[in-house]
Structure formats: C-alpha cells, structure tokens
C-alpha cells in the first residue's frame, strides 16, 4: 500500500529530493510549484503528509497554511525551511494556532535522514489507522 505526500517547495531540485527520498520509504509523491498549484490539488485528492517550503518564491508557505485551515486539513504537515530556528517556531506557532497537525520542522539544508524518519513514522501512523478503519 502506497502513502500520498504532497511536496510544496519552488525549487525542483529541492522538489525532486524530497519526492525520491519519500519513494524510498513508501510513498507516492505528488509536487506542487506554487500555492495555487498546491490548493488544486487539496481541493482535489486526500494526502498522507504534506512537505512544505516557506519560501516558494514570491509567496508564503503561510498561505498554503491558511488555505490548509479553511478546508479543516488533517494531514500531517512537516515544513521545511532555510529561514532559521525563529521562523521555523514561529510557523509552527501559526500552524498550531489554525488547528493544523503541525510536525517538528525540517531546516534547509535539508537533512536526508530527519526527512526519512518523519515520513516513516507517519507511514506507520497512517497505516495502522487505514487498517483500523477497513477493520471496523
């Protein structure tokens, strides 16, 4: 059974990292450019996790965040910066504050293992409640 990730990230280096990183620990990665290409796709398809960028070029991750909020999102959200620990906080801070299911942030440069070990633990928590639910 295969997880959906939603990577949000301008940089198609940086996309293209965390896509293939998530393949190695079971998911199915979907890419997103910008926050408009990003809200299609929330509004279209459920998601497992979502990877976000704070900076996607002239716009805020904290958009995308915003957007997450209005449609009540559940999705495990693991952002990802280069802005520093303060900014970091400080989105977490937004995040939880919008009811959003916010995780531990990822700093830029992007650290391979943190970004292996969030995924597959969130793998195994989404899997354990897929079970539940086809089991009841």
């Known amino acids: 059974m295969h997880h959906e990730l939603l990577v949000i990230d301008d940089a198609a280096l940086h996309l293209a990292i965390l896509c293939k990183i998530a393949e ?18 929330l509004h279209d398809r459920a998601f497992d996790c979502i990877t976000l960028d704070l900076s996607l070029g002239e716009e805020s991750g904290i958009e995308v965040l915003q957007e997450l909020s209005k449609i009540k999102c559940p999705t495990p959200i693991i952002v990802i910066s280069a802005s520093g620990e303060q900014a970091c906080d400080e989105t ?3 995040g939880n504050g919008l009811n959003l299911n916010i995780c531990s942030p990822v700093p830029r440069p992007i650290h391979l293992s943190a970004v ?8 195994a928590v989404t899997g354990k409640h897929r079970f539940a639910q086809a089991a009841g």
């Not at 620990?25 to 796709?41: D, K, M, N, P, Y």
């Not at 292996?116 to 793998?123: M, Y």
């Open 92 to 94: 977490v801070r937004i």
């Open 24 to 41: 190695q620990v079971g998911f199915r990665a979907t890419g997103a450019h910008s926050v408009a290409e990003a809200s299609q796709l």
């Open 116 to 123: 292996r070990t969030a995924l597959t633990r969130i793998a």
